[in-house]
Every structure is written in C-alpha cells, then in structure tokens.
C-alpha cells in the first residue's frame, strides 16, 4: 500500500531560505520540486501535476507574477502562495485579484506560513480523508465530483458493476443546490418494461385498465432535485425518445394525460455498458447518448484504486459491528493482505457483501482471511496456504497503522506522531525504515 503526498513546486532562488523551506515541507510529508529560476519552474509546472506552488515573487530571470501568468494557462492550475518583501506587497495584492491564493511578507513565522500552504491543499467543502476513499484515483474522482455539483449539466456516470455509481449520484445530489430536494434513484433493468413508462412517467386516473386512481411518477416526485437512472442502456427505445423529449423541453405527461407538466430537477444516469457501442447496435439513441453525455465521470474499479481496500474494510467493519452483537476487536493483517491480493470482480460491492458476512460469522477477536474467503480457505486445504512471516505481517500492520495516522492528519508529521503516541524523530525513523520517507 502506497501514501501519495501531496506535490509542492517551490520557486526560489535564494539557496538558504529555499533550503530551509524544501527540508521543513519534506519533514511535514510532502514531495518538493525546488527551481531556483523561473523558467525552469515554468518548464516543469507545464508537465507535472502539483497540488500547490510556493513562489518568490523577485527571481533572477523571471519574476513571480510572469510564472503565475504562465501557469495559468496550465489546465486545472494548482494554488500560488507568493513569498514577499515588504517592497512587493502591491504586487502580491495585485496578484491575488488576479487569482492567485495567498502570499506572505518575509520574515514569517514558519508556522503561519505552514498554516496557509495547508489551507490550500484542503479545499473547503472537502475532508481530509476523502469521504469516497483516499486514493489518488478516487479522490480525483471527488473533487470532480464536487465540480459538478455545482453545475445543472446533464451527467453520465460510468464503471464495472459494483463500482458505486449509486454513491456517487447520491453525494453530487449532495453537495448540489438540490440537497434539500427529493433524491429519486431509478434502476431501468429492475422494473418490466410494460411498467416503465407509468412508473417513470405516472398516469391518469383511467388510463388503461386498473389505474384507479391518479399515480404521480419518478419524475414527478423527483421535483427540483435529482432524476437518477441507473442501467439507462436498458432504456426500452420509446420510452428513450420520451427521456429526449423530457431532457430537450424540460416537461412531460403522464400517461393518459394532456397537461404539460414542468420538470426542474437534474438528471444523471449511470451505465456498466458501452452506449456508444449500443448506439452502433441500433440499441440506443445517439442523440439522447449526446443529451445525457454532456459531463461523464467514470468510476476506477477497486483493482485501480488497491489504497482504498482498507480504509473500505474499517467502514465496514465498524458499521456491521456496531448492527451485530459481536466480540470481533477488529481485522488482523493477514485478513488485509488476503484482501489487497483478491482481484475484486465485483468491486466495491463484493468487499461490502464480504465484511458482512465475516463481520457476522467470524469466531475469533480478530477477523482472519478464512472469514472473508471461506472458499479459498477451502480450495486450499489439500494444496497449503503460503503465508508470509510473523515479522513480514507485523511491518505491514505498523505500515498500514502509520499510513491512517498520516492520512487522518493531512500528513503533518507531528499530528501524527501525537496521534500514534510516540515522538516525532521515532515516528520518522520509523518511516524510513518502513520506506515512507519524505521523498514518498
């Protein structure tokens, strides 16, 4: 399991302060780039992806307010914190107005000036942790997410089965201006294609034969929040050209009815299939492909993202455990080894379904692998299991312990320490016996 730091480019070219201020952020676990001219910097800012940049604003060839300009044409440019003199202040204010983050004045105190290179790297609205994973992947995916939160694009989320599109449409409806409003999730495979039409749409009283009454459809009850339609490539083609009409003109009729009824919600869907594949199949709509393409997100299986195996793992153990009358204390290396070596087919939904039932059968204080793969414990009783040494597991777990003290602070050294109970020098003697070092 790997810890990602965050990336810091730090343009300066004095070789004391960019010393001192390269060794202090490598001690706080972050990864630095030092340039001691501008055009280098520039060079690099254009070819590596970097969470925050630290910059002079008075360099030898460049000044700062030329490197700004120029990554600012980078796409999604990362954060400027400038570093100034008391002569350049008017510079850095106009800087700011012109985007960029912060600056401070030198002298500074380094740990205000750690302060504000922190807030930059924890946007607001976001936590630490990530609250889909902490994966690179994945929390790339949830700051995009979040982006489109804040839009009323039309959005298609793709991935396997088990991936968590459903998590995913939940947590945009989430951070939306729709929030307060319903939350409607429709799975298009699970309802008989006789019904989709009503269910989706509603009907009138006397529409066709056993509507009795008035029934207000997903669409309707859906309001000013967010349509979701899982499965959409199982869409019958004539209630997709309904979807299109209701996408295009924003209304729709209920089924037996004449009123044009006003719909002000979002819609996103989601899908496992190839719809452009199905739209060369005659089997979808390649103008409702386009509609409802306007944003796509695509979803990282659990084999691309193996660092959020087990944090998903301590979610759901604490979850079923607080349901279950257990005497279960938590899950042992072994079960997390076995676990980050598993080829998860059915992703994230499969690892759920697992902790469950191990969560719920196991006999030990421990969770062990034979609880989560009772068939491979069984596949394997004739030919041996291969296991690693006591000491092998033992520096995984105290890796993995580390790596989640690491992660719950953002990375900060000291936090981490406290939080561990151990001082400072022995937590980073640790991590670089372990391979976690500064340098990541």
Known sequence: ???????????????????????????????????????????????????????????????????????????????????????????????????????????????????????????HGTTEGGTLGVSPAIRQVEALLCRMARLSSNL???????????????????????????????????IPADLMESELFGHERGAFTGAAQRHL????????????????????????????????????????????????GRIVTATNADLALRVVERQFREDLLYRINAVSIRLPSLRERPDDIPWLMERFFTEYSADTETNLKGISALAEEAAMQHPWPGNVRELRN??????????????????????????????????????????????????????ATAGELSAAARLLGVGRTTLWEKMRRLGLGSDG
């Open 156 to 190: 298609l989320i793709t991935g396997e089965t088990g991936t968590g599109k459903d998590v995913a449409a939940r947590f945009i409806h989430a951070q939306s201006r729709h929030a307060t409003a319903p939350f409607i999730a429709v799975n298009c495979a699970a």
């Open 217 to 264: 459809g997903y669409v309707e009850r859906a309001g000013d929040g967010t349509l979701f339609l899982d499965e959409i490539g199982e869409l019958r083609p004539e209630l997709q050209a309904k979807l299109l009409r209701l996408i295009e003109s924003k209304t729709f009729q209920r089924v037996g009815g004449e009123r044009e009824i006003a719909f002000g």
């Open 1 to 123: 399991m790997s810890h990602e730091p965050p990336v810091i480019g730090l343009v300066e070219d004095d070789p004391i302060m960019g010393e001192s201020l390269a060794q202090r952020l490598g001690l706080e676990g972050m990864r630095v780039h030092w340039w001691r001219t501008g055009c280098a910097a520039v060079a690099d800012i254009r070819k590596i992806r970097f969470e925050a940049i630290v910059c002079d604003i008075r360099l030898p060839d460049l000044d700062g307010e030329a490197v700004f300009r120029e990554a600012a044409h980078v796409p999604r440019t990362p954060p400027f914190l400038f570093v100034t003199g008391h002569g350049d202040i008017d510079q850095a204010v106009r800087l700011m107005r012109s985007g960029a983050a912060d600056y401070v004045t030198k002298p500074f105190e380094m740990e205000d000036f750690l302060a504000r290179l922190t807030d930059l790297l924890m946007p």
């Open 354 to 407: 697992r902790m469950e039932r191990a969560v719920a059968l196991a006999l030990g204080p421990w969770l062990m692998p034979g609880d989560l793969f009772p068939e491979i414990v069984r596949e394997g009783a004739d030919a041996g299991l291969r296991i690693g040494s006591l000491e092998s597991a033992r520096q995984e777990a105290e890796k993995r312990h580390i790596l989640r003290a690491l992660f």
